[in-house]
């Protein structure tokens, strides 16, 4: 039997975790940028729509992503994101970073900043920004 070589650190693909948490249906940008991280060679784990944050939490667990990204256009950005960080910090992985895409007020943005969240972006938001700074992110 062959034995697996082990990827080193920097030939390992950055892991991503796309979720549409709350009641939101709306997945599109969501889907737009999940192609985006694709095709950056990014692998990217897409949970789909209406996932609560423990859902959340368990599926980064699980697949042992670097990254979680959130999509809320819900306006429930302030509760949904600081329990998904909560989540991750539980389980041991508070070295996941956590980006949101959607409608955010410009009053949030330094709270979201505050409790953790590495990247923040609105509609129109470019694919290729969210890229780069997600693999500054989890490269340094």
């Not at 985006?36 to 699980?62: F, H, N």
């Amino acid at each position: 039997m062959a034995e697996r070589k082990k990827r080193s650190e920097a030939d390992r693909k950055i892991r991503v975790l796309v979720a549409k948490p709350g009641l939101d249906g709306h997945d599109r940008g969501a889907k737009v940028v999940a192609r985006a991280l694709r095709d950056a060679g990014m692998e990217v784990i897409y949970t789909g729509l209406r996932q609560t944050p423990e859902m959340i939490a368990e599926a980064a667990l699980q697949e042992d992503v670097d990254v979680v990204g959130l999509s809320v256009l819900s306006g429930a950005h302030m509760a949904l994101t600081p329990r998904v960080l909560e989540l991750l910090k539980a389980n041991g992985q508070s070295h996941v970073k956590v980006f949101v895409g959607g409608i955010v007020p410009d009053e949030d943005l330094g709270h979201l900043k505050e409790m953790g969240v590495a990247g923040i972006y609105g509609p129109g938001a470019s694919t290729e920004d969210i890229v780069r700074e997600i693999k500054l992110a989890v490269t340094g």
